[in-house]
């Protein structure tokens, strides 16, 4: 998995400037799970936490490279835009961001991938989260669009 996940990275470092000004790289990528962090001192605030929207960032990016990375899996070429994004800041962050995303159920996954099939575009609701001090800081509900380039 650590081939497929060095495309993310250079993904991020070729078209998405701002995951280099957070210092963001990929932490691990199993299948089942994408971790991204990012150091606390590129992105903290006045009250020497873990500024929101580098959270946000965070949190979006994990899901959108899990989307990415299940899109190469497939071996389909497309483009993809994250249409609608939710989050909760449940407790200040400390520390490294760390924004994990877990692969959505088989059934959402493959739904997903028929209809692109289909129609040459798609939907996907995913979530993503991060923790500080063992307790979830933050939770993020986005739901994502792939379609023909």
């Not at 159920?105 to 575009?121: I, V």
């Amino acid at each position: 998995m650590s081939d497929i996940s060095a495309q993310l990275t250079q993904f991020f470092r070729s078209h998405l400037p701002i995951t280099q000004f957070m210092e963001m790289d990929v932490e691990s990528y199993d299948g089942q799970t994408l971790i991204l962090r990012a150091p606390l001192a590129p992105n903290i605030n006045d009250k020497q936490t873990a500024f929101g929207g580098s959270l946000y960032n965070a949190s979006v990016m994990a899901c959108w490279g899990m989307l990415y990375l299940k899109t190469l899996e497939a071996n389909i070429v497309c483009n993809q835009v994250v249409a609608k994004g939710t989050i909760e800041y449940k407790a200040p962050v400390r520390g490294e961001i760390r924004a994990v995303c877990q692969v959505p159920a088989p059934e959402a996954l493959e739904k997903m991938l028929q209809d692109f099939a289909n129609k040459g575009r798609a939907r996907l609701t995913l979530q993503s989260s991060i923790e500080c001090s063992g307790q979830q800081a933050v939770s993020f509900e986005g739901n994502y669009s792939i379609f023909t380039p």
